[in-house]
């Protein structure tokens, strides 16, 4: 699946120079189909691996030229020749001022894979032991949680539309991919097998995924000091299929921690309050590779005054090390039809990279190093200072905001006096009076100031007796009680 732009990643490619070429890391200088064909699909049929093109003798940067071009016709030249369909990433990348070409893959789910109907294991053809050792994975992916039949499901327990968009997704990513119906697609994908919606199937696109499989939900749970405690500001749980809570939960946090706009007199720049993409890479890891089959089975984030913490039950996987996740490692997937349809749907890309990926994008944002620890068969990955403010009491409810309690600083005089008021307090009541029950998630949007800021000033004049907020939480918003 290719992307027709550029990705500077070089912490990534400098991972990969640094080990030694084996069974699951290639390097070729140029672009040969017939060779690249081989490589992948032993790869696929392997444990995984990641072959970069443009790198010549010694390990010197040679480049790709034609590099766009080039990923087109490799991705499709893959996608025509290797069978099973399999997930497939092509990149081009710069690197040292230089194009190369990135393909990623992961241990396929559904060994044997053929190119050219011959089975490649360890980049030659697979003998009478590798095909017994195929054939044997092949046995145990079988027996995974995830390929067990959700015998009480029916058609109509599934969300169609979102079953669509995937396929939709699919198609414009890599138009060699067609599927002729929703039934189609699924069995393709392995998601409909024997008549039989899959366990996976149910957690993906289960219009109410929790009635099949309670241990599915995930719970987002905002602290007002640095500890678990009974008392919460905010305390969600997120029960949709896996595509509908990616969307709430990024859009719930992208509301909470918000951005800070300055403007530098015609310049106007922005820049996230949290570690956006390195959060939202530790959430999708999470997501696919939780362990869903236990019934104790869990998905937390907990946000406190002085960090953030992801957890997942389903310690990492044997072979694989905490140590390791801080260098390009080999990704043994729990979950490989669940991460297939997040790959799709463009919401993860390189395996193995993701917690290299996590490291750099907090460096190169300014957060401090985020830390992983795998134990009572749970990993959790704690952001430092990705925080709520202490000073913040809120609940955020749909766009508008609770207040639990805290004090309130201003005088309660029952009006908004704008000669006392800032220029971004001024702003806000603006905003509120020429727009009829606006709430605060809008006015950030039209104002470009902060959600929290927003919230802030809200509070303030709310607790001045300035505004009132009127009707359901979901439809209502803020009015101007009194100006003068």
């Known amino acids: 699946m290719y992307k027709n732009d ?36 032993a790869f696929i049929n392997g444990r995984g691996g990641d072959l970069l093109l443009g790198m010549g003798e010694n ?32 990149q081009a990348i710069v690197y040292e001022n230089k194009n190369l070409i990135l ?36 046995k145990i992916a079988d027996s995974n949680w995830e390929r067990m039949p959700m015998l009480a499901s029916e058609t109509e327990d599934l969300d169609m539309h979102e079953i669509r968009k995937t396929m939709q997704e699919a198609v414009s990513r890599n138009p060699n991919k067609q599927f002729v119906s929703e039934e189609d697609f699924l069995i393709q994908m392995g998601l409909l097998r024997n008549g039989s919606y899959t366990n996976a199937c149910i957690v993906l696109f289960g219009k109410n995924p929790t009635q099949f499989i309670p241990q599915s939900r995930i719970r987002l749970t905002v602290y007002p000091d640095k500890k678990s405690t009974n008392t919460f500001l905010e305390d969600k749980w997120f029960e949709g299929n896996i595509l509908g809570n990616i969307t709430a939960i990024f859009d719930y946090l992208d509301a909470m921690f918000g ?19 390195a959060l939202r890479e530790g959430i999708l890891n999470a997501i696919v590779h ?44 729990r979950n490989p039809d669940i991460a297939q349809i997040c790959f799709m749907r463009g919401y993860i890309e390189m395996i193995g990279s993701g917690s290299i990926r996590i490291l750099s994008e907090c460096k190169k944002n300014g957060f401090k190093t985020p830390k992983w620890k795998d134990a009572d068969n749970s990993v959790t990955l704690t952001f430092p200072e990705v925080a709520v403010s202490k000073n913040e009491d809120v609940n955020f409810k749909n766009g508008s905001v609770n207040f639990k309690s805290g004090s309130v600083n201003g005088s309660v ?26 709430n605060i998630l809008k006015i950030s949007e039209l104002s470009g100031i902060p959600y929290r800021t927003v919230a ?6 709310k607790g001045r007796g300035a505004i009132e907020f009127v009707g359901a939480d979901k439809t209502g918003g803020y009015q101007i009680v009194k100006t003068i």
């Open 6 to 41: 550029f990705i500077s990643n070089d912490l990534v490619i400098q991972n990969l120079l640094q080990q030694t070429e084996n069974d699951r890391i290639a390097i070729k200088e140029t672009v040969a189909l017939d060779s690249i064909a081989k490589t992948i699909t």
């Open 59 to 90: 390990k010197k940067t040679v480049g790709v030229e034609n590099v766009l071009q080039q990923v087109r016709e490799i991705d499709e030249y893959l996608t025509k020749n290797i069978r099973p369909i399999a997930p497939i990433s092509i």
């Open 103 to 138: 393909i990623s893959v992961w241990e396929g789910a559904n060994k044997p894979y053929f190119y050219d109907w011959n089975i490649y294991h360890r980049d030659m053809v697979a003998d009478s032991a590798g095909m017994l050792s195929l054939i044997e994975d092949r």
């Open 259 to 277: 951005k800070t706009i300055r403007i530098d007199g015609l310049v106007r720049t922005e820049k996230e309050n949290y570690p956006k993409i």
């Open 290 to 333: 939780r362990d869903y089959y236990s019934a104790r089975g869990f998905m937390q984030i907990s946000i406190y005054t002085d960090r953030t913490e992801i957890s997942n039950y389903g310690g990492l996987p044997r072979g694989i090390t905490v140590a390791d996740l801080k260098k390009e490692h080999s990704s043994i997937l």
């Open 413 to 438: 005089n029952g009006s908004v006096n704008l000669q006392q008021s800032n220029e971004t307090e001024k702003n806000i009541i603006n905003f509120i009076s020429h727009n009829e029950n606006i």
């Open 456 to 461: 802030r000033y809200v509070k303030k004049l």
